[in-house]
Each structure stands twice: as structure tokens, then as C-alpha cells.
């Protein structure tokens, strides 16, 4: 899979803040959607603090990382699938998290057979789909293209 297109996709859907901010389920956050844990460094600091530029990138990477070994996790063979596939699954992937993500079963099963319209009919039938409107659309829409 393409990384620069994936993290170039985030950044679009995410933005980047180079400060703590909360996201829309007012937990703080950093970056491109890094949810901030009781790991890192900026755990219990003040929203507004600011975040360096290398301290955002560092975090976004870690973020990919483990959202591409979630894919591999949780697919036979994830790299086996179409680029696109592998983008949206990634993407959706970051957005939503493994456990949520996981709860796509219907979804998943389509993308397993390859059957890419149903997996993008499963997309639309879910609450994130009304939630992040514009991201999934075009997201279902590269599905649809595969």
C-alpha cells in the first residue's frame, strides 16, 4: 500500500493541529487524531498546549503503524487486497479503532469475498457513515470503484 497516500489521506480527513485540542468526543487529542493516552507525554497537560511539529509526526507514525498491523490483524491477508481496498480499510480503521472497526462484520466478510459494492452497501448502513458524512461517502465511493 501507498503510506504517502494513506497519511496524505488522514491529513485531509483529520487535520493536524499542533496543539491539544478536543475532538468531537471532547477527549484530548493531538496532531493528526492522535488520541492522547496515559502514555504519552502530554498526558494531563492543558488543552491549547502546544505540540511540536516533530512530536505530532512522531505520533502520527506510531498511530499508522499500529492501525496497518490492526489490518494485518484482523484480515487473512490484508496485503493481498486492491490498493484502494487496503486505503479505505485503513482509513476506516484509524478513524473508528480495531474493536468498533471490528463490529463491520457484514463489511468485512464482503471485502474477504472481494465483493467491494456490498462492502461499500455495509459502509452506508451504519451510524458512522451519518457521523463523518463527507469522509465516508468518498470513501464508499473509492470502494465501489475497486
Known sequence: MNVNQLRADLERDEGCVYA???DHLNLPTLGVGHL???????????VATEVSEARVIEAFDLDIQHVLDDCDNLFNDFSSLPEAAQLVVANMMFNLGLPRFSKFKKMIRAIEL????????????SKWYQQVTA???????????V
Not at 36 to 46: V, Y
Open 36 to 46: 492522547i493516552t496515559q502514555k504519552d507525554p502530554e498526558h494531563g497537560q492543558p
Open 20 to 22: 491539544i485540542y478536543l
Open 114 to 125: 472481494g465483493d467491494w459494492q456490498s462492502a461499500a452497501d455495509e459502509m452506508i448502513d
Open 135 to 145: 469522509r465516508a461517502r468518498r470513501l464508499e465511493a473509492v470502494m465501489r470503484s
